[in-house]
C-alpha cells in the first residue's frame, strides 16, 4: 500500500534551519511530483512545495521562495525539504505526499524562542 513516512522536524529558533525527510513506498515514486504540505494550528493544510519527477521545485507559497528548497532521490525513494531562516509562521505539522491521500502522521516543526 502507498506510505509517507515524515521525519526530521523539531523546535528551532527563527531564524534557524531544518531538514525534513520524506519516505515513500507502495508507488513507482520516481514518475510522481512529490508536494510538502503543511498545516498549522487551527488552519487548513496548504500547499508549499513540491519536486516534480525530474527534480524541477514547483513553489505554491510565496512566502517559502528563498528560503525553503526541495531535493529528491528516485534511486531511495525519498524526498527532502530544507528549510532555512525559518519564521514563526513556518510552524506546523509537515506532511509530503504525491496524491491528497493516504497521508502519512507527519512531523512537527515549531519555530519559537
Known amino acids: 500500500q502507498v506510505q509517507f513516512v515524515e521525519s526530521g522536524g523539531g523546535l528551532v529558533q527563527p531564524g534557524g534551519s531544518l531538514r525534513l525527510s520524506c519516505v515513500a513506498s507502495g508507488f513507482t515514486f520516481g514518475t510522481y511530483t512529490i508536494r510538502w504540505y503543511r498545516q498549522a494550528p487551527g488552519k487548513e493544510r496548504e500547499l508549499v512545495m513540491g519536486i516534480d519527477s525530474v527534480g524541477q521545485p514547483l513553489y505554491y507559497t510565496n512566502s517559502v521562495m528563498g528560503r525553503f528548497t526541495v531535493s529528491r532521490d528516485n534511486d531511495k525513494n525519498t524526498a527532502s525539504l530544507q528549510m532555512n531562516n525559518l519564521k514563526a509562521e513556518d510552524t506546523a505539522v509537515y506532511y509530503c505526499?504525491?496524491?491528497?491521500?493516504?497521508w502519512g502522521q507527519g512531523t512537527q516543526v515549531t519555530v519559537s524562542s
Open positions: 505526499n504525491a496524491f491528497d491521500k493516504w
